[in-house]
């Protein structure tokens, strides 16, 4: 069993900034791409940032210059620091990755974390 579980979540001024983090436990054997995305109030889950094992990073255009994506591999850990945050960027924050559990392609698996709720507010 594998389990994704995210921190860092919480209430925030406009422009502040926020780092979550995403520690990965269990019958972990390697960590391919790790992502973040995000869920606000009545849209669909979006794609944030993903970071590849040896640390290339995407972003969406949104987030661009304001969010970094970082990753921990002896820790098996991803981080998404959020600069300059915005009211609209209220939502549930969500961590994904590509897992092993074993040696063999079979063992490849996505998985997701229960979320993490970040408000932005005055």
């Known amino acids: 069993q594998v389990q994704l579980v995210e921190s860092g979540g919480g209430l925030v001024q406009p422009g502040g900034s926020l780092r979550l983090s995403c520690a990965a436990s269990?019958?972990?054997?390697?960590?391919?791409?790790m992502r973040w995305y995000r869920q606000a109030p009545g849209k669909e889950r979006e794609l944030v940032a993903t970071?590849?094992?040896?640390?290339?990073?995407t972003y969406s255009d949104s987030v661009k210059g304001r969010f970094t994506i970082s990753r921990d591999n002896a820790k098996n850990t991803v981080y998404l620091q959020m600069n300059s945050l915005k009211p609209e960027e209220t939502a549930v924050y969500y961590c994904?990755?590509?897992?092993?559990?074993?040696?063999?392609?079979?063992?490849?698996?996505?998985?997701w974390g229960q979320g993490t709720q970040v408000t932005v507010s005055s």
């Open positions: 269990g019958s972990v054997f390697s960590i391919n791409i």
């Open positions: 970071i590849t094992y040896s640390g290339s990073t």
């Open positions: 994904n990755a590509d897992i092993r559990t074993g040696p063999a392609p079979i063992y490849l698996k996505n998985y």
